[in-house]
């Protein structure tokens, strides 16, 4: 063997694929031109080469190439003769045995796209298949015979292979098979979807092979298996390498005969190259430990994540010396790109391994939302660009329009949905797919790098990261298999949640964790996503929940449970970390009122979100009119000065929970609930006002200052309002900090007339800008009436009279505003306190302002307008989160810090900015 392995040649972008891979002292590049050929003709000019080798091994018997080649050609024959020249689909139902094999290059030679059907997949399945492909013909083996018989319908003829076969002659078939023909119905493994087949035609194909036997050193005299249905294309590509390359071909039946043997057959069939996933790796672990595998020489791990743990697995059962590879495809591309492991060099670090580099006249390209490329290392969605891409997928031209894209040079980009990002070597890293990049929270989550950090925590042996939507609001689920020590699981559900919450932003953390002793996989290995479904919401029952002691507790329960779709709930559980949002907090507080008549405020949830509290609020029934607005969001140890925060549009002190854990248990927090979320509404018309109703409770509860104050988006108008309404009263202001807010303020969709994004409670969410048509339509049909109803409205506009008159009816026949309206009441009658009543013409401060700055946010100066208003100067600190994420989980730490050292300094200098 020679360690020489060239570096790809092809479009810019291809890189070395990593290690050599030793090749054989028997390898032949495979030759370029083979590949304006058609498989038929590669496998005639290898079968003349090499008669008497074995070319394929099975149950069924031993074939020499010359044997194999005389089947084929029968079977081409036999085809032309009955169905003709033209180019169209032939099903085959086969055992899983060299009968199937050769059925399959003779389709091949013949002209015919191939068909594998399944015969272990559910009838319904396989009927859809046949029909969908629109085959006139299905070739069947004996044993399959009656069960073909049942699958056909009226227009699909049903022969047996061998009556098929007989009499045709062994000569080489007499039609023309161009590069362009169709070869393969590559149908998908339906993992997360219907099926759909992509037309590879014949230069796709033999371009994959030319790829993979250069990169894997495929040579006369290696043995490769065929352990999985070939109905699966990723299992059908492996299975051409040896026979256009003058190896051996040898069959093994997973699904029909277990894993039992599989480690004995492989020592004995001498096995030198593997495709495998880690999946079926992990389960082949005790079977081969019996054995010595001196033949194997390579294994090629895909199909899903390949992690480290997955590569040292490898190496334990078949030798330190191994070479593994990780190599990445699609159903509709074959595998594109290789990433070699030494054997030599230490475990990879990360959590992942690479997928590694293009094959030869492959282009891959990270493309963000508009389909630009990205730089090295951002993470973008995989497209491939080449000359031998798939046609289109068969009968659905609507579906070609969405990931097929003609370029001026003869070539096409196929969007395979993948996501990934590249090093500055051009080598690739996959994290995900596109469709599991989710909103969560309105925070973009990549589900693929919640598995990555899950499978990095030394508690986690596997992880599969879910989305479902709770409330209209998107939430994630974790499926995972601890690891264990000695067959003992080491972690429970908190342990994990708390190590992955040291390692991700708080949306990246999943809302429900479910143990599993192992992940659901299709017949191929790969994880069966949709398995793992679960609309019930079913959960472990987690230790001893505490079940609701009376008729309201338990009626709490069913609501809660209802609305988080989680069960059980116990009674002492956090509603937020059950996966519950602010907005999913007033939605549930909105049905309280509804069933049992009395009114709990939304702040009744900020420091004990629990059905006990909640069960003990409605007991006491409705709480006095006039009550102080002053919520505490977290008390502090009694070290350091309170902080006093202006509410934003919406009038909750549930906006600012996380803010308060980023500054820190020991730093008092206090906001104010917003007068406009009563029943009754205020007479409160001007931000003077309610700035002077907040300043009253805050006096009677803390009549001393200095008083630090603060405020984000509205809220820190309103915080400088109740500075100067407190420095009229005579008090101290010993800090104003606002935060993104200014007359100078021009966000990302800033317009003079524009009102801020609404909540969206009871409504609809909008979907992701970047799905297609068809899926936002999909989207809305989800929703129920009253949602998308609510949604159209705000959409076109009409929301703008509407909601007065709504509001004015709610006034008049109940005196009260209805419950399910008042959180969008108050958040617009403080837009317009803000934007009618009251300017920043002629306002001015007479001390310093402390600016926090979003580096998202525009402005028309460097001050935000602030510097014509503070007479004591204006301090800017910029921040990298954007406008909309800076009181969030996992985005209020920015904000917190700047907070934190400003109250610092002015504890440390007893400064006083206004007074």
């Known amino acids: 063997m020679t360690d020489e392995h060239p570096s790809p040649a092809g479009v810019p972008g291809a890189a070395p694929w990593g290690p050599a891979c030793p090749r054989p002292d028997t390898f032949e590049p495979f030759p370029e031109a083979a590949v304006e050929g058609s498989i038929g003709a590669r496998f005639a000019e290898v079968a003349a080469r090499h008669g008497d080798t074995v070319a394929l091994r099975s149950p069924a018997g031993t074939w020499t190439f010359a044997a194999l080649a005389d089947d084929v050609n029968r079977f081409a024959n036999a085809l032309l ?73 009226p227009d699909v003829t049903v022969v ?106 492989l020592a004995d069939e001498q096995v030198s190259v593997m495709y495998v996933a880690p999946t079926v790796a992990r389960f082949m672990v005790d079977v081969v430990a019996e054995h010595t595998y001196p033949s194997l020489r390579l294994v090629v791990l895909g199909g899903e994540r390949v992690d480290a743990d997955a590569v040292a697995l490898i190496r334990e059962m078949f030798g330190a010396h191994l070479v593994v590879a990780n190599g990445y495809g699609t159903t509709e591309t074959g595998v594109l790109t290789f990433y070699f492991l030494d054997p030599q060099a230490p475990p990879p670090a990360d959590a992942t391994v690479p997928v590694g580099y293009a094959i030869p006249d492959t282009e891959l390209l990270v493309l963000d939302e508009d389909g630009q490329p990205v730089r090295p290392g951002v993470t973008g969605e995989v497209s491939v660009r080449s000359a031998h891409l798939f046609q289109g997928y068969w009968g659905k031209p609507e579906l070609n329009e969405m990931v097929l894209h003609a370029t001026d040079d003869d070539m096409a980009i196929y969007s395979t949905g993948d996501l990934g990002r590249v090093d500055e070597n051009g080598c690739l890293e996959l994290v995900g797919r596109s469709d599991a990049q989710v909103k969560v929270r309105g925070h973009r989550v990549v589900l693929g790098e919640v598995e990555e950090a899950l499978l990095s925590l030394d508690l986690v042996k596997d992880a599969v990261v879910l989305h479902r939507e709770v409330g209209g609001v998107g939430t994630l689920d974790a499926f995972v298999v601890p690891a264990t020590d000695e067959q003992e699981v080491v972690a429970d559900v908190p342990a994990i949640r708390d ?116 069960g003990g609020c409605i007991r006491q029934g409705d709480r006095e009119a006039g ?163 609510r949604h159209v409205v705000w959409r076109v506009g009409i929301d703008h009279w509407l909601e007065p008159v709504l509001f004015r009816r709610d006034l008049k026949e109940t005196g009260q505003i209805a419950p399910s309206h008042r959180v969008w009441y108050a958040w617009r009658k403080h837009w317009e306190l803000a934007a009618k009543g009251w300017n920043w013409r002629g306002a001015t401060y007479p001390g310093r302002v402390e600016l926090i700055w979003a580096d998202e946010s525009g402005s028309t100066d460097s001050t935000m307008g602030w510097g014509d208003i503070a007479e004591g100067g204006v301090g800017v600190h910029r921040v990298p989160e954007s406008h909309e994420e800076m009181m969030d989980e996992g985005f209020a730490g920015s904000t917190a810090a700047v907070l934190r050292a400003l109250i610092d300094e002015t504890t440390a200098s007893d400064r006083t900015p206004g007074g």
Request: aromatic fraction near 6%; charged fraction near 20%; proline fraction near 9%.
């Open 81 to 153: 003769g009955r169905l003709g020249a033209g180019e169209e689909p032939v099903a085959l139902l086969f055992d899983h045995d060299g009968p199937l094999v050769a059925a399959m290059l003779g389709t091949l030679s013949a002209g015919k796209l191939v068909l594998v059907l399944d015969p272990e997949a559910a009838p319904s399945v396989t009927e859809s298949l046949l029909a969908d492909s629109g085959a006139r013909l299905l070739v069947a083996d004996e044993s399959r015979l009656t069960a073909a018989f049942d699958l056909a319908g």
């Open 160 to 265: 047996r292979d061998s009556a098929l076969v007989e009499g045709a002659p062994a000569t080489p078939p007499d039609v023309e098979v161009t590069p362009e023909r169709g070869a393969m119905l590559a149908y998908t493994s339906g993992s997360s979807g219907s099926a759909k087949a992509a037309v590879i035609p014949h230069r796709a194909l033999l371009h994959l092979m030319r790829g993979a036997t250069d990169a894997l050193s495929i040579s006369p005299g290696d043995t490769l298996p065929m352990l999985f249905p070939v109905s699966l294309a990723v299992a059908a590509y492996p299975m051409f390498l040896p026979l256009l390359n003058g190896g051996t071909l040898t069959t093994f039946d997973v699904r029909g005969q277990g894993l039992a043997d599989l480690g004995r057959w």
């Open 499 to 614: 190590a992955l919450s040291a390692r991700v932003t708080t949306p990246m953390v999943p809302a429900r964790f479910h143990l599993l002793d192992e992940l659901p996989t299709l017949p191929n290995g790969k994880l069966d996503r949709q398995a793992l479904r679960d609309p019930s919401g079913d959960r472990p029952r987690p230790g001893a929940v505490a079940d609701g002691t009376d008729d309201i507790e338990r009626r709490l329960v069913e609501l809660w449970e209802d609305l988080l779709d989680v069960r059980p709930v116990g009674i002492d559980e956090d509603f937020f970390e059950l996966g519950g949002h602010s907005l999913l907090a007033a939605a549930m507080l909105v049905e309280v009122e509804e069933i049992f008549r009395v009114t709990v405020p939304i702040s009744e949830m900020v420091s004990t979100p629990t059905i006990l509290h909640i």
């Open 627 to 789: 009550r102080s607005a002053l919520v505490a969001v977290q008390e502090g140890d009694g070290t350091r000065p309170p902080l006093f925060w202006g509410h934003d549009l919406h009038g909750t002190a549930l906006r600012f929970r996380a803010l308060g854990r980023a500054l820190g248990p020991d730093q008092p927090l206090y906001t104010f609930e917003s007068p406009f979320l009563d029943p009754v509404p205020p007479q409160i018309f001007s931000l003077p006002t309610l700035a002077r109703r907040y300043v009253d409770d805050l006096v009677e509860a803390f009549p001393e200052g200095p008083y630090l104050l603060g405020g984000y988006s509205f809220g820190g108008v309103l915080a400088f309002e109740m500075a100067r309404t407190l420095l009229d009263l005579g008090h101290e202001v010993g800090l104003l900090a606002v935060v993104d807010v200014g007359p100078g303020f021009r966000g990302e969709l800033y317009k003079p007339t524009r009102r801020p994004a609404k909540p969206w409670l009871g409504m609809l969410d909008p979907p992701d800008p970047s799905l297609s048509l068809t899926e936002k339509v999909r989207h809305y049909r989800g929703g129920t009436v009253k949602g998308v109803a």
